[in-house]
């Protein structure tokens, strides 16, 4: 089989034919599925529900999976394997979660622009998200280009922002919401690290902002300044010419290279639908994207 790819954006996103994804991949296949993450940033692939073993297995041939050490401590059994992220609006038993539990409440967090795991030591390289129960209306994610938004960033902005160092933390996301209430024991378990606001990225060699909305401030500078200038820049990176909309059907596997994106789930009616989506997260070991908070 050979793999190919139908561009979906201007700019970027891919969709992937020509894949059997509940077979072992080889390598000559992993590393088209690669060569197309570093040109498309995001790639789609339509197939049956996969196993979450299969889902698991497919994963692992793209790096280390990400331990899942939830910032939540709930006290109740996962709904989905301990390998993978449940990106649903279910509890431990199927049924459609309060609006008052404070898992709802805290993946409610998805709906603003992020990049995954940004605010981890180690954060994520790709994120590989797959639809086994999907939404009637609404619901769909969205991504953006943090490369082509660098591209088209003025060359003034270019050099002021080029060597900025920005604190990120899941609180800064979930204080946005009001989300505040977490124990002590939760925010000490995961406190903020440090990251550069523009990288470059290893498999284009093209510079990309990265940004999310764990993204606190900006290091050395003051704080509100430093808020509006990243202000600015999400404004900038998420105009409607940068952003591609994902429309879920069953069985979709959506691979993004959070090097270089941000995504953020659009809105559903969480009381009347299920949505049941399991996440696999490919860490990136790259010694140069670790905190660099100094010890
Ligand atoms: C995620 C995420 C968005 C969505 O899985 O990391 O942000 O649409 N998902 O569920
Ligand atoms: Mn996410």
């Known amino acids: 089989m050979t793999v190919a790819f139908r561009k979906l954006h201007p700019f970027f996103a891919g969709e992937v034919a ?23 940033a995001v790639l789609v692939f339509h197939g049956p529900c996969l196993t979450e073993d299969d889902q698991v297995a497919f ?3 793209f790096g280390k999976l990400e331990p899942q050490n939830g910032v939540l401590t709930t006290g ?44 981890k030591k180690t954060p994520a390289k790709y994120s590989m998200l797959h639809a086994h129960t999907v939404v009637p209306e ?43 209430e977490f124990s002590e024991q ?4 995961t406190p903020p690290v ?10 284009s060699g093209r510079k990309a902002l990265y940004l999310a909305s764990h993204a606190s401030h900006i290091v050395d500078w003051p704080v509100p300044e430093g808020r509006m200038l990243l202000q600015d820049l999400m404004e900038h990176a998420t105009q409607p010419q940068f952003i591609h909309t994902h ?11 959070n090097r270089c ?20 997260t490919i860490q990136d070991l790259d010694p140069a994207q670790q905190d660099l908070r100094v010890a």
């Not at 409610?108 to 940004?118: A, C, F, I, V």
């Not at 994106?261 to 696999?280: E, N, S």
Request: charge should be positive; aromatic fraction near 8%; include cysteine.
């Open 18 to 40: 020509g894949i059997d994804l509940t077979q072992p991949l080889d390598d000559q296949m992993r590393d088209a599925i690669v060569a197309g993450l570093n040109e498309y």
């Open 59 to 61: 994963a692992g041939r």
């Open 76 to 119: 109740v059994k996962q709904r989905v394997s301990p390998k993978l992220v449940d990106i649903s609006n279910l509890d431990e038993n199927n049924g459609l979660l309060d609006r008052n539990d404070r898992r709802r409440m805290f993946s409610l967090g998805n709906r603003l622009w992020h990049t995954d795991s940004s605010f």
């Open 138 to 180: 609404g619901g769909e994610t969205q991504f953006v280009d943090t490369r082509a938004a660098w591209d088209a960033l003025p060359q003034r902005m270019k050099q002021q922002v080029d060597a900025l160092i920005v604190e990120h933390s899941i609180f800064t996301s979930r204080a946005k919401l009001g989300f505040t």
């Open 186 to 189: 939760e925010r000490l378990a």
């Open 194 to 203: 440090l990251r550069r606001l523009v990288r470059e990225h290893p498999g």
């Open 247 to 257: 429309r879920w059907q069953v069985g979709d596997l959506v691979i993004w290279d």
């Open 261 to 280: 994106t941000m995504h953020r789930a659009c809105a559903y009616d969480a009381d009347a639908y299920r949505r049941d989506m399991r996440r696999a």
